[in-house]
């Protein structure tokens, strides 16, 4: 098996995995990040969202040998105190229900203010409509967004 080398949270780390390892398996198992969820394993709820080069991405359809040398970024590395602007945001409209696919939330959130820091609510719930929750907080995530768009307003100010 190959020795793959990824950039993950800043950090060069390595994993013996064969190539068609979703990234997923490679944070969770092999490198002890947890705060990546798994839900569906298809790609389809979001729980499992980090973000590669920045952008957006399911990690449990990406392949380690897919990686390359780009970024990976998980909900452990968005922010070394948890004061990025949607953490805070979650935090102060109280987002989270139960809290399982809220990591996945927040980094496809984090990604969309990233290209869109002035959102619409359509553009929000456009955004976001590809993670899903179990518990239906809907309504409360797309009203964490608009206010973690506030605050990145603010910071640029």
């Known amino acids: 098996m190959p020795v793959y080398s990824i950039k ?11 190539a068609d390892t ?16 798994y839900g ?18 399911r990690s449990c359809l990406l392949p380690i040998s897919a990686v390359g040398k780009g970024l990976v970024t998980t909900i452990e590395g968005l922010s070394e105190k948890g004061d990025h602007p949607v953490q805070l ?6 987002v989270p229900q139960c809290g399982y696919c809220q ?24 955004a976001m409509q590809g993670n899903l929750c179990r518990c239906g907080a809907y309504h409360r995530i797309r009203e964490g967004v608009m206010a973690a768009a506030k605050k990145v307003a603010a910071k640029k100010a």
């Not at 569906?40 to 991405?57: E, K, M, R, S």
Request: with cysteine; charged share 15%.
């Open 8 to 18: 993950v949270n800043g950090k060069l780390q390595q994993a013996d995995v064969a």
């Open 103 to 126: 990591a996945g939330q927040i980094m496809t959130a984090a990604a969309f203010l990233k290209r869109t820091p002035n959102p619409s609510q359509q553009q929000v719930m456009d």
């Open 40 to 57: 569906c394993g298809i790609g389809q709820c979001g729980a499992c969202t980090v973000h590669l080069d920045g952008n957006a991405v």
């Open 89 to 94: 945001a979650w935090e102060e409209v109280d």
């Open 22 to 37: 979703p990234l997923l398996w490679v944070l969770r198992d092999h490198l002890r990040l947890t705060g990546t969820k």
